[in-house]
């Protein structure tokens, strides 16, 4: 096993038992605004330290840029860690059993290796660069689907930055017209961790962070899948409009959202 993995993974896993010790106990006076609809409590910050501390006491050169606690480091380290120690707030804050850690590392900006922990089924998910996706010991691969029909998408809705919303809807509708279902679970790292192991067949956001997307990204394409903005670019983790599919879907996917996306959206891609 890669030994930046294997770090990465003691890190996830110490998250993950403070999320499952906490599940049901948050202190609701604890729990913090951070803009709207977007929730911060003790233990995401708490999960958050434990990431850190063993990522730093292995890596001590490396630089770190996590959700709570932000850039770490010189900002000249060739390796970065990007950390969303709970992806999945709402749900957790709500005890709906839907929420993961995502771990990424950069290399000069390119990913390059990937963890992303489910504590509640205990499921790893794991991507080295060049050296494919795993879900535990199993490689996993993006699903051979070639048509909308018959699809199972994945999205989130735009509840944070409502400038989205109009055009998001109007993607939406011809997504459920034209496909099996949708669904929106509300952890976007295990959405993408489920396209990489064939449980959706492609996955549309807008307005994402990085630390949502730096595992799941790499996740993807080890896995055999396409990841793009939302016009086929590769600003999606600059933009955090994301789409990712099978290569055949995600064309399909792209000729759907493409009429929808306003002049405005389509500068932030250019
Ligand atoms: C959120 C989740 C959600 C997505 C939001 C993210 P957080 O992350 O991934 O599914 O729709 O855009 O911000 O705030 O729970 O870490
Ligand atoms: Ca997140
Ligand atoms: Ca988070």
Redesign the pocket.
Known sequence: MDPMLTIAIRAARAAGEVITRSLGRVDPRKITVKSRN???SEV?RQAESEIIYVLQKAFPGHGILA?ETGRQGTRREEYVWVI?P???????LHGFPQ?AVSIGLMYRGVPEAAVIYDPLRQELFTAKRGSGAMLENRRIRVTAQTTLHGALLGT?????DQRYIDAYLAMLKDLIRDTAGIR??????L?LAYVAAGRLDGFW?M???P??MAAGVLMIREAGGIVTDLVGGDRAMET?HVLTANPKLHQAMRDIIAPHLTEALRGEMA
Do not use: Y
Not at 184 to 189: D, F, Q, Y
């Open positions: 977007d929730f911060v995401d959700e969303d709970l992806d999945g707030t709402t749900n957790f929420f989130g809705f735009p509840f944070k929106r679970a509300g952890s976007a790292a959405d956001e307005g994402l962070q630390w949502d955090g």
